[in-house]
């Protein structure tokens, strides 16, 4: 089993900056992707940004050129950085991460974080 504790959340004004925090129980090194999702209230939950190896990224086209997703493997912690907060990013965001268990990948989840951004 692996916890995911996610951290750095709450309100800010739109354009602000926030700086979101996972914080994994096992090895990063040792997972395949790991990534942030979102749900806005009444919304179903969505990728916003992932990253595979250290090296390979996606984001969603809503977050390009405002978001960045790292990662420590010293510290077993991914980041997300939100620079340029509209208030459509509002939302619960939840930190993912996929290990090997046995002979197939397994999504975990932390518990998710709130983002408020007021305009």
């Known amino acids: 089993q692996v916890q995911l504790v996610e951290s750095g959340g709450g309100l800010v004004q739109a354009g602000g900056s926030l700086r979101l925090s996972c914080a994994a129980s096992?090895?990063?090194?040792?997972?395949?992707?790991m990534g942030w999702y979102r749900q806005a209230p009444g919304k179903q939950r969505e990728l916003v940004a992932t990253i595979t190896g250290g090296t390979m990224f996606t984001y969603s086209d809503s977050v390009k050129g405002r978001f960045t997703i790292s990662r420590d493997n010293a510290k077993n912690t991914v980041y997300l950085q939100m620079n340029s907060l509209k208030p459509e990013d509002t939302a619960v965001y939840y930190c993912?991460?996929?290990?090997?268990?046995?002979?197939?990948?397994?999504?975990?989840w932390g518990q998710g974080t709130q983002v408020t951004v007021s305009s």
């Open positions: 993912n991460a996929q290990y090997l268990v046995g002979l197939r990948y397994v999504d975990y």
């Open positions: 096992r090895s990063i090194s040792s997972g395949k992707t």
